[in-house]
């Protein structure tokens, strides 16, 4: 017998005919699983979620049950769906931290209206109209303006007057929530009525993110490909680049990218970003957008993976960050500030005459090699995006076809029909596999690859083939630079 059966026995003697299946070779082009993304953020206690127990979500409805009306979680998750409703999306809910405490701010109302008319109020992102008579109070005017907010329970903040003082109260804990943007008259036509005065001050106090300690150790080994995080403090960043960087490993081999947001000024961006160097994080970097860094963090995630399903090797630059409401002028960086963070490890997004904010270049936080020289080879982040879909499609396709086979050398006289493979059939597999990668537009070079890809047997174990495998990816289109030399 010369052909290898998976199930018919050797030893038969019963008459009869007896048909397997082997669907080894039934698999045409690239077997592309289903991206899992998951996101990481805070639930309240009326949120019916375990805390540390990941949960697919489906819709903005769901998350509000799940997490709480008003919570980090429920807000990530409508931003979310608004920017991304095709993506699988998985949510990791945390428990604020116990030792933490809320940030809080205050609006001041003085004077008096001369006129009635609507107040146009802006807490984290989200309009509170307020209606203002003439000659109301200062008092009354912050008895308004704190029953206006608490009637919208999706708002990230509660309020309480006293006197001519509202203060606010944010629903969580943690030192994200600080710097949460409150202003008026967001949109043009907008105006606060004659008379009246509104004065703010800072949200702070606000400490104690959660520790994604547990929350890490709770994934186990599930893959996750891409991870959401609202919080860019140093502490939690070392942990999901460490946690992040080993899923990349040869011996691990459930990769996954990192996406967050953080606000700041250039001076304090250029910092952070100089301070970190990991090839699976991307920090997106903001000064002066009225949407809070935590809906900013879904969005972006959101936006760059819909994107990368479809082609992970295709640019991200252009592409609309849904939902972002758009710093005012005197906030947004130049083209020269932009370009100084893009070498400091922070991606940047444009802002369009229409007030749509886009982005402009998404990168990793990597910027030097072991040596401490400068390295742009991680530079991208469709680099690891092409990488991980090139190792998921060769593992898939080695796997599907060589499942249970012997291993022999180049020249071995077999019989047709053999479950044995060779270091030259195994060559021949990765070059058919790479023609694949170049049709989809994911490498380039392909007769360089066939020159230089090596595929031998381990000269100390004879059951294991070693190979180097130089697929040249694909690059994108990022400057174009013309000089144009005019003749009179």
């Known amino acids: 017998m010369t052909i290898s059966f998976n199930q018919i026995s050797a030893s038969l003697r019963t008459p009869g005919v007896y048909v397997e299946f082997d669907n080894s070779k039934a698999v045409q082009g690239l077997a592309l699983d289903v991206t899992r993304p998951l996101m990481l953020g805070q639930m309240l206690t009326s949120g019916s979620a375990t805390a540390l127990v990941p949960v697919r979500v489906t819709s903005a409805a769901q998350a509000v049950r799940l997490f709480g009306?008003?919570?980090?979680?429920?807000?990530?998750?409508?931003?979310?769906?608004?920017?991304?409703?095709?993506?699988?999306?998985?949510?990791?809910?945390?428990a604020d931290n116990s030792a933490g405490q809320a940030a809080s701010g205050t609006i001041t109302v003085s004077g008096t209206p001369t006129a009635a008319g609507t107040l146009a109020l802006y807490v984290a992102g989200q309009r509170v109209q307020v209606a203002i008579a003439a000659g109301q109070s200062a008092a009354t005017v912050a008895t308004a303006i704190a029953a206006a907010i608490n009637a919208d329970a999706d708002l990230i903040v509660t309020a309480s007057a006293t006197t001519t003082v509202v203060t606010l109260t944010c629903r969580h804990k943690g030192q994200v929530f600080n710097g949460l943007d409150l202003r008026l008259n967001y949109y043009p036509g907008e105006s606060t009525p004659s008379g009246l005065g509104?004065?703010?001050?800072?949200v702070n106090g606000g400490s104690g993110n959660p520790d994604l300690t547990d929350a890490l150790a709770a994934l186990g080994d599930v893959q996750y490909h891409h991870l959401?995080?609202?919080?860019?403090?140093?502490?939690?960043?070392?942990?999901?680049?460490?946690?992040?960087?080993?899923?990349?490993?040869?011996?691990?081999?459930?990769?996954?990218?990192?996406?967050?947001?953080?606000?700041g000024s250039h001076s304090s961006l250029s910092t952070l970003g100089a301070s970190r160097n990991s090839e699976v994080l991307s920090i997106l970097g903001v000064q002066g957008s009225p949407t809070p860094v935590w809906v900013i963090a879904a969005i972006y995630t959101a936006v760059a993976i819909?994107?990368?399903?479809?082609?992970?090797?295709?640019?991200?630059?252009?592409?609309?960050?849904?939902?972002?409401?758009?710093?005012?002028?005197?906030?947004?960086?130049?083209?020269?500030?932009?370009?100084?963070?893009?070498?400091?490890?922070?991606?940047?997004?444009?802002?369009?005459?229409?007030?749509?904010c886009a982005i402009e270049r998404a990168i990793t936080t990597y910027q030097v090699n072991s040596s401490g020289l400068p390295d742009p080879s991680y530079l991208d982040v469709e680099t690891l995006a092409t990488l991980a879909v090139l190792r998921r499609t060769m593992r898939s396709r080695l796997a599907q076809k060589f499942p249970r086979h012997k291993?022999?050398?180049?020249?071995?006289?077999?019989?047709?029909?053999?479950?044995?493979?060779?270091?030259?059939?195994?060559?021949?597999?990765?070059?058919?596999?790479?023609r694949e990668w170049e049709t989809r537009g994911w490498v380039e070079n392909i007769d360089d690859f066939k020159d230089q890809l090596i595929v031998e047997r381990n000269a100390d174990d004879a059951n294991r083939v070693d190979a180097v495998i130089p697929p040249d990816l694909i690059n994108q289109l990022r400057v174009f630079a013309g000089q144009v030399q005019f003749r009179v």
């Not at 509104?198 to 800072?202: E, H, L």
């Not at 942990?239 to 040869?250: H, T």
């Open 69 to 94: 009306r008003g919570s980090m979680l429920a807000q990530m998750v409508a931003a979310w769906k608004t920017a991304n409703s095709d993506s699988d999306l998985w949510v990791m809910p945390l």
């Open 198 to 202: 509104i004065a703010f001050t800072t």
């Open 228 to 263: 959401c995080s609202p919080y860019a403090d140093v502490a939690n960043l070392v942990l999901l680049e460490d946690e992040f960087g080993s899923r990349w490993d040869g011996m691990r081999q459930i990769e996954g990218q990192v996406w967050t947001a953080t606000v």
């Open 306 to 356: 819909k994107a990368l399903d479809n082609d992970p090797a295709r640019p991200l630059q252009t592409l609309v960050l849904t939902g972002m409401l758009a710093p005012s002028e005197s906030l947004r960086f130049t083209r020269t500030e932009r370009n100084l963070l893009l070498f400091d490890g922070i991606s940047t997004f444009t802002v369009a005459a229409d007030g749509t």
């Open 407 to 434: 291993l022999a050398n180049d020249g071995t006289n077999y019989g047709i029909g053999q479950a044995i493979v060779t270091p030259s059939l195994l060559r021949a597999e990765l070059i058919a596999l790479a």
